[in-house]
Each structure stands twice: as C-alpha cells, then as structure tokens.
C-alpha cells in the first residue's frame, strides 16, 4: 500500500523559534496534500490544501504567515510553523492523494506531535 | 453544507461485545465513504470503506454499508477486542483532490 512518512515525529522548541515538519509520498507521486491539526480528544481539523508547484490554500482561521506550507516537489510537502508558541503545541497530521485511486483514497502521515516551551 | 455526524463516546464495553458506532452524513453529491482508526499516539490508518450505495466495506471483523437511503455509515463488529481500544473517525469525501471531512470521533474503550 501507499507509504506517507512524516519528520520528526516529536519535536520539543524554544518559544519563538520556527519548526519545519516534513510530510513525505514514499512510493507514490502526490499531487495534492493536506495538513490537519489535531488537538487532544478532538477531531482533525483541516489547516491548509497544498498542490505541487503552486501555492497553498489555507482554511478559514489558519494564518498562513505563520504556518508556512511549500509543496515543492510531488512527494514533499512541509510545513514551518514560524515563531512558535506554545498555543501552537499539538499533533499535526499530514495526508497525500495520489489523484489516481477510484476511491479517492488519502493515505496519512503518522503525525508529528509538537510541544513549545 | 456537507457534515458528518457520528455518535459521541466513550463507549466502554466487555470483549466480544457488540460494537456499534453510528456515523450519518450530509453531502450534496455522492461521496465515498471512509472509517478511520487512531491508535494512542498515532496518526490515522484507514480501517475501510465504501464508494457507492450498498457497498459494505469489511476490515479486521469490521464491517460498515453505505445506506444512500438513511445517509448512513455505521461501523459494527460483532465481538471486539481489547486492541480495538482506539478513536475511530467516519469520514467523507466528495470528490479527487479535496480534503476529508471528518466526523469528530468516537473513542472506544474495550475491557478483558
């Protein structure tokens, strides 16, 4: 089946320092990925949609200045979260639709738990 | 607009219980359908799913239809495990290249 890793899977910063979460198609051109937001006990929540070689579109309520997202390649995909805060802690999840499964399958990432100190 | 909504937990049973988990959806076309498992501390695995109407989709003992006619996706298993302790998310998703949206979760907690 189609692989989806994610890098690191735990990060611990500094206040005010930036994160850069690698979301990589292992065997599988991805054209377009997602990143979702999970905090505890609660649902994912869709941050951004970003398709290979153009820019990423951002749902309502993410700023899109501080969780940078660069799609540059069709099996990478990262997001940066800059001048992290600890209200930016929380277990970020990413997802790669290879565009060619007749189920519209998405294949996910096993997430990157963040902790800012 | 499009929306799933499945039961709210926890739900706590003994092994080999009966396990259902309810999930409806609001959709303006004809999305497939998907149940997902989260493992403590891990990202999401995709447990099965389901494209068109009447399909059932089956996985581990789990199994679920799609039911065009109630809007419906209910995971079922007909005797759990304390391993199937874990959040499962109904899921749907409208067409290639657009996001999943997902129900808010439901945590099941299963006792030996």
Same mark, same amino acid.
Request: hydrophobic share 25%; net charge negative; aromatic share 0%.
């Given at each position: 089946g189609a692989v989806v890793s994610q890098h690191p899977s735990r990060v611990i910063c500094k206040s005010g320092t930036s994160v850069k979460i690698e979301c990589r198609s292992l065997d599988f051109q991805a054209t377009t990925m997602f990143w979702y937001r999970q905090f505890p006990k609660q649902s994912l929540m869709l941050m951004a949609t970003s398709n290979e070689g153009s820019k990423a579109t951002y749902e309502q309520g993410v700023e899109k200045d501080k969780f940078l997202i660069n #799609?540059? +390649?069709?099996?990478l995909s990262t997001l940066t979260v800059t +001048?992290? #805060?600890?209200?930016? +802690?929380s277990f970020y999840i990413c997802s790669a639709d290879s565009g060619t499964s007749s189920y519209n399958e998405q294949f996910f990432g096993p997430g990157t738990r963040l902790t800012v100190l | 607009g499009d929306s799933v909504t499945q039961m709210e937990g926890p739900v706590t049973l003994s092994e080999e219980a009966c396990l259902t988990i309810n999930c409806t959806y609001t959709a303006t076309g004809y999305p497939s359908l998907f149940w997902y498992v989260q493992y403590p501390g891990e990202g999401l695995q995709l447990l099965l799913k389901a494209t068109k109407a009447d399909d059932k989709g089956s996985n581990k003992g789990f199994e679920a239809t799609y039911r065009k006619e109630t809007t419906s996706f209910h995971l079922e298993k007909g005797s759990v495990q304390v391993s199937d302790s874990a959040v499962y998310f109904c899921a749907l998703i409208l067409q290639a290249g657009t996001a999943l949206i997902f129900g808010k979760g439901t945590t099941l907690s299963v006792s030996s």
């Open positions: #799609h540059a +390649s069709l099996t +001048s992290a #805060h600890p209200e930016d +802690s | -």
